[in-house]
């Protein structure tokens, strides 16, 4: 029974990092999103949206 109680408390703990990293990637995902919103509107200003927003649609 101990080893399965070690187990048990190890992957809630795995579990628990996950999440944790989970919500890092989300909140980093968000911020990419809110700087390339920024960067298109910059770019359709300077007109060159196409060919920018083509090279960084093929880097994503």
């Given at each position: ?40 509107a910059?770019?359709w200003?300077?007109?060159?949206a ?11």
């Open positions: 029974f101990g080893e399965q109680q070690k187990y048990a408390d190890l992957m809630i703990e795995i579990t628990k990092l996950a999440q944790g990293e989970k919500e890092k990637i989300r909140d980093y995902h968000a911020h990419v999103l809110e700087l390339r919103r920024k960067l298109d910059q770019i200003k300077e007109g060159l196409d060919g920018l927003m083509n090279g960084v649609d093929n880097l994503l």
